[in-house]
């Protein structure tokens, strides 16, 4: 099969379509002066069914398979942002703790492992966590790509992650990171309220409740702080202080920077201004999410 043809064929089982034939996969690509095998207008009409000129569009626009780390200091926008990219790529977040529940409960043999060292106390080593990660990536929603979510936290685990995506020809291809000045960051954990029934957030800057009331000090009067929908009250998470961000901070800097120095070299990553405003922090992803 010609490398048009690969490309056809490739993109639609990535997004569950079947070709029409071998002629038209064929007949229906072309070449540009990029080198990359590209589908012509034709082929989007003719390879696919009809509507899905949207998921080849997808798939031109970002292909090959994202493998993606998103970092951020806490408040940096990390979360709002990773929420969005999963929509825009469709693939998924994939978080340590969620693969490490869901491989003990299906009782994967890596699961098994990790299962019997839970029980004696102990913690869970890297290679079990990275055999987690192996055997979750193979699932047919990885197959376009996935973000992993608080993993590796150490130049250690990264180089162990590197190893194992090795074997089988691959590598992280972009490793975002997201950039706010700490005043920004301390003004927007700080004041942040949760209603803990529903997860709702509300600032008291940003977005405060329409029940808040300032104290002489300045400060909202904590009993004033209720939930617009249920007036239930609201509470601020025990780490959503000054001090407790700054020994978040210093492990920031001391653990996760040394991970981008890593991946520096080869290109992929890709800062971002976390301070800006939120379509402008988006526009900026977005545009960096697209293939080069």
């Not at 034709?42 to 090959?64: C, D, H």
């Not at 691959?170 to 005043?183: G, K, N, Q, R, Y």
């Not at 709702?200 to 940003?206: Q, W």
């Not at 909202?220 to 509470?235: C, F, I, N, Q, R």
Request: net charge neutral; glycine share 10%.
């Amino acid at each position: 099969m010609l490398a048009g043809s690969c490309f056809a064929a490739g993109a639609a089982a990535a997004y569950g379509f079947s070709t029409l034939s071998k002629e038209k996969e064929t007949s229906s690509l072309q070449v540009p002066a990029n080198g990359k095998t590209e589908p012509s207008a034709a082929a989007v009409t003719q390879i696919f069914p009809s509507g899905a000129a949207a998921a080849l569009t997808r798939y031109e626009k970002y292909w090959p398979r994202k493998i993606m780390m998103v970092f951020g200091a806490p408040g940096a926008g990390k979360g709002t942002q990773g929420a969005k990219i999963v929509d825009t790529l469709d693939i998924p977040q994939l978080s340590t703790g969620d693969m490490l529940r869901e491989a003990v409960a299906s009782g994967t043999e890596v699961g098994k492992q990790a299962k019997a060292v839970m029980a004696s106390g102990g913690l869970v080593s890297d290679e079990i966590v990275i055999g987690i990660i192996a055997d979750r990536i193979k699932e047919p929603d990885c197959s376009k790509g996935f973000i992993l979510d608080g993993f590796p936290r150490t130049v250690a685990q990264t180089v162990a992650l590197d190893v194992m995506l090795a074997k089988t020809g691959e590598a992280v291809s972009l490793v975002m990171a997201f950039e706010v000045d700490p005043a920004v960051l301390e003004e927007r954990i700080c004041g942040r309220w949760i209603d803990k029934g529903s997860g709702r957030s509300f600032h008291v800057k940003f977005c405060p409740p329409k029940s808040m009331e300032m104290g002489p000090d300045g400060k909202p009067v904590p009993e004033s702080m209720k939930d617009d929908l249920t007036g239930a009250l609201l509470h601020q998470r025990p780490d959503d202080t000054a001090e407790a961000l700054k020994k978040r901070l210093d492990g920031y800097n001391s653990q996760t920077v040394p991970i981008l120095d890593h991946y520096m070299p080869k290109g992929i990553v890709k800062t971002i201004d976390g301070g800006a405003q939120i379509d402008a922090v988006w526009a900026e992803v977005s545009a960096k999410l697209v293939s080069k």
